[in-house]
């Protein structure tokens, strides 16, 4: 019976644990920059203390403000974005990405 009680205490504990770590990595953290080069499903970003940062794009878990622009060379942008991990590395996933000041290369239809 003892063993029973132990157990479950052992599995509760690891259990809100690993909830923690999932809560705790799925924070979205935020940075804005200048849009340096595009790619298919991706982008580059430079930031005011001159930081590249390499952001993926994702079909469905990646939003845009406004709905009808995508990220362009020369646009100012603010990215919401969280650390995922894929088969051998970790990558900064967009989930929302909006555009602050247009580039010159901007398009709007």
Known sequence: MKMK??????MAAVCSCSLW???EG??????RGTVQEGGFGKFRLQDKSDTSWL???SKDGSSYQ???WRPTVGDEVSVAYM???KRNASIAQVTRVTLVKAGPNTVRI
Do not use: I, S
């Open 5 to 10: 009680w132990l157990w479950m205490g052992v």
């Open 21 to 23: 770590a999932v809560a």
């Open 26 to 31: 799925d924070a979205a953290k935020e940075v």
């Open 55 to 57: 952001f993926y794009l």
């Open 66 to 68: 406004p709905d009808d």
């Open 83 to 85: 650390t995922v991990q």
